[in-house]
Structure formats: structure tokens, C-alpha cells
């Protein structure tokens, strides 16, 4: 498990590579520790073992909870449906969601626009991993 200074240095000599889809796919079950550079120095970064890949809109379909938020919809994807173009429907549906093998969102995120690159929220801002021994 790395540190966030650990991480930096990785991103500087080259050791960390930057996380694509073909990556996540095969560090599955494996310990990863990520970092994505912010402004100021606010540097994100996280460690965790590497889950599924999802779809932004499969998971809003999973979420169910959102019934509780408006009982008009049986999920979170029904409400998007109600009132985002098709064109954005269809980003969501593109855009692949790195989860941690407990199913925690670690709001990493593949947007089609990256080409199978992951980012943070910032589609700019790209993920470094390097994967951990333990």
C-alpha cells in the first residue's frame, strides 16, 4: 500500500502507469494504489483491490434506493431516462466505472471521450496505479 508521496514519486520516475480499461480488466482481485493530480496539491489518491467495471447507467439501474428518494421511479436510470437527452443517456452508458472489490465507487472513471483511459471526475485529470505487493 503506497502513500501519496510514494505515489507522486511513481508518477515521476515513471513507475506508475497511467490506468486504462485493458489494465483494470487484468488487475482484477488485485491490490492497486491510484493517484490523480488536482489543483493546488490536492492530489486524489486511494488504495484498494480492484473489482468489477461497470457502466454509469447499470450501476443507476442497481441503485434502488432511489425509490425512497422519488417513488416515481424504481431507480436512478429511470429517472435520468425522464429527463436527459439521448445523446447524454448514451454517454452514461459509455462512461465505465471502476469499482473496489467490496463495491465501494472509487469515482474512477473511463468516459468515452478518454478512449479507455481512466480519469477523475476531470476527464483531463488521468488515474496513475501502481500495483502493491500485499
Known amino acids: 500500500m503506497k502513500n501519496l508521496e510514494e505515489l507522486r514519486n511513481?508518477?515521476?520516475?515513471k513507475s506508475a502507469q497511467i490506468l486504462t480499461l485493458d489494465l483494470a480488466n487484468?488487475?482484477?482481485?488485485?491490490?492497486?494504489?491510484?493517484?490523480?493530480?488536482?489543483y493546488r496539491g490536492q492530489d486524489?489518491?486511494?488504495?484498494f483491490i480492484v473489482g468489477e467495471i461497470r457502466s454509469s447507467y447499470d450501476l443507476a439501474k442497481d441503485d434502488t434506493n432511489y425509490k425512497s428518494i422519488?417513488?416515481?421511479?424504481n431507480n436512478r436510470a429511470e429517472y435520468w431516462e425522464c429527463y436527459m437527452t439521448k445523446e447524454k443517456l448514451n454517454d452514461e452508458k459509455s462512461t465505465m466505472v471502476l469499482l473496489a472489490s467490496d463495491g465501494?465507487?472509487?469515482?474512477?472513471?473511463?468516459?468515452?471521450i478518454n478512449d479507455g483511459v481512466f480519469s477523475c471526475s476531470d476527464t483531463d485529470r488521468f488515474v496513475y496505479f501502481v500495483e502493491d505487493e500485499n
Not at 10 to 13: D, E, I
Not at 44 to 47: E, H, L, V
Not at 70 to 73: A, Q
Open 104 to 112: 465501494r465507487d472509487t469515482f474512477i472513471r473511463a468516459h468515452s
Open 10 to 13: 511513481a508518477v515521476t520516475n
Open 26 to 38: 487484468k488487475l482484477k482481485g488485485k491490490h492497486i494504489s491510484t493517484i490523480y493530480f488536482g
Open 70 to 73: 422519488d417513488p416515481k421511479f
Open 44 to 47: 486524489g489518491f486511494d488504495n
